[in-house]
C-alpha cells in the first residue's frame, strides 16, 4: 500500500507543479525609464480618467512597443460633485488611453487591452498590480 501512496502523491504533486505558473513579472519600479514611465502617466491620465483635474498614482504593468499597461488609482480633485476616485487598468499608445468596460464588458475589454498572460493577471488580481 505504500508504493500506491506515494505514485498518488508523486502525481500529485507533478499534477499541481504543472499546473502552477509563476506570478507576472512587474517591471522594476527602480529603474530610472519605469519610473519616468510612471510619472507621464500620472500626468497624463487625470483629464482622461477623470475628465478634469486629479492626481494618480500609477503602476507600471509592462510595455510593448509604444503601448503601455499599467494600473492607475486617480482622486478627482474636489468640486460640485464631491470628492470620487477612480482604479483601473489601462493601456495607453502615445497619448490615447484605452481603459476596460463596466460589469458585464470588464473581462471581455480587459483581454482586448493585453497580451493574454497580463489580461490573465489582471482578471485575477491578487493586489500587487495596484499602485
Known amino acids: 500500500m505504500t508504493g500506491r501512496h506515494a505514485v498518488g502523491l508523486g502525481l500529485a504533486i507533478g499534477l499541481l507543479a504543472g499546473c502552477s505558473e509563476a506570478p ?19 500626468t497624463l491620465l487625470p483629464a482622461e480618467l477623470l475628465g478634469g483635474p486629479g492626481t494618480c498614482n500609477v503602476r507600471l504593468l509592462g510595455r510593448d512597443g509604444s503601448s503601455s499597461f499599467a494600473w492607475a488609482h486617480c482622486d478627482a480633485a474636489p468640486g460640485p460633485a464631491g ?43 491578487d493586489g500587487r498590480l495596484r499602485p
Open 83 to 125: 470628492v470620487w476616485s477612480v482604479s483601473v487598468p489601462v493601456r495607453v499608445d502615445g497619448d490615447q488611453v484605452t481603459q476596460p468596460g463596466d460589469g458585464a464588458e470588464y473581462s471581455a475589454g480587459v483581454r482586448r487591452m493585453f497580451p493574454e498572460r497580463l489580461a490573465d493577471a489582471v482578471l485575477h488580481d
Open 24 to 42: 507576472y513579472p512587474l517591471p522594476d519600479r527602480n529603474a530610472a525609464d519605469v519610473r519616468a514611465e510612471e510619472e507621464r502617466l500620472a
